[in-house]
């Protein structure tokens, strides 16, 4: 992790902060203060419980995100609370460093290996189901409904309604739950997508069994749905082919009278501003 919870936890309370301070300025509504002038003697001391509920809540939302998802609580608040105190405490901060620091590069590992270790597994299996076909690359994919047809290149734009899984079921992505199907240049998406739809005609349904290194690799999408080294599955119904044409080079050469001058074709290819999160 590039970042500790204890430096997100600061961050997130300055984000508040400044977020406090922007609704004031726009003079929205406040929230009203609940009467903890009866709870506490003084203005300090309702401020400070007020930041302790505060850190507490985002510490607890960035504790979820420490790899393998076990913490011990009890010692998080005594070393907390000592540390904020300037006891003595049973680490120097230099040892605490290198301790976290050791525990979550032992546990990004561990987690690692098991979704490597789940994914092969599954595409082990899955590859002498009924129907499969293996592709050199590793992908996987299966025929739901056979069509006929031109089938896109990699240069063309596709319209698809499609869903994605990870293994465990989880829906990630779903035109089919928006009710609206999607375009894209086919060679613009995850390596797995512009292999594999390139196998299909319009009218076709596939279904494809995606490895990490054809998906979104080892970083998923961060801060998204898809984590790192996650193997993926694709239901993908091809709707539509627009056909990628060359530009077309115009002479240097004056042109006669009789022939209106043409303005040199542009690039119908879209630039690469699809972002492959299928």
């Known amino acids: 992790?590039?970042?500790?919870v204890f430096i997100l936890t600061a961050m997130a309370l300055?984000?508040?902060?400044?977020?406090?301070?922007?609704?004031?300025?726009?003079?929205q509504k406040e929230v009203p203060v609940v009467a903890c002038t009866k709870l506490f003697n003084n203005d300090v001391d309702s401020m400070s419980y007020a930041l302790g509920v505060n850190v507490g809540k985002d510490f607890a939302k960035n504790l979820k995100g420490i790899p393998g998802g076990k913490s011990n609580i009890d010692l998080i608040i005594s070393g907390f609370a000592t540390a904020l105190k300037g006891d003595s405490t049973l680490m120097t901060a230099e040892v605490a460093t290198e301790t976290f620091k050791a525990y979550i590069t032992k546990a990004q590992n561990a987690d690692t290996d098991a979704k490597k270790a789940a994914g092969e597994k599954f595409?082990?299996?899955?590859?002498?189901?009924?129907?499969?076909?293996v592709n050199p690359t590793g992908l996987q994919y299966k025929i739901l409904t056979p069509a006929e047809g031109p089938k896109p290149t990699a240069k063309d734009t596709v319209k698809v309604h499609y869903k994605?899984?990870?293994?465990?079921?989880?829906?990630?992505?779903?035109?089919?739950?928006?009710?609206?199907?999607?375009?894209?240049?086919?060679?613009?998406?995850?390596?797995?997508?512009?292999?594999?739809?390139?196998?299909?005609?319009?009218?076709?349904?596939?279904?494809f069994f995606v490895p990490y290194?054809?998906?979104?690799?080892?970083?998923?999408?961060?801060?998204?749905p898809i984590p790192g080294f996650s193997t993926l599955i694709f239901e993908v119904e091809l709707l539509g082919i627009k056909t990628f044409k060359e530009p077309v080079e115009v002479s240097a050469e004056k042109p006669s009278q009789a022939t209106?001058?043409?303005?040199?074709?542009?690039?119908?290819?879209?630039?690469?501003?699809?972002?492959?999160?299928?």
């Open 1 to 4: 992790m590039k970042k500790t």
């Open 14 to 27: 300055v984000l508040s902060t400044a977020h406090a301070k922007n609704k004031k300025k726009n003079k």
């Open 123 to 133: 595409l082990a299996e899955n590859s002498k189901a009924e129907g499969v076909t």
């Open 164 to 207: 994605g899984t990870l293994l465990d079921g989880t829906v990630f992505d779903s035109s089919i739950d928006r009710g609206e199907p999607i375009e894209f240049p086919l060679g613009q998406v995850i390596p797995g997508w512009t292999e594999g739809v390139q196998l299909m005609s319009v009218g076709s349904k596939y279904k």
């Open 213 to 224: 290194n054809l998906g979104y690799g080892e970083q998923g999408t961060q801060g998204g």
């Open 260 to 278: 209106p001058a043409k303005k040199p074709t542009t690039n119908p290819a879209l630039k690469k501003t699809v972002s492959k999160k299928k």
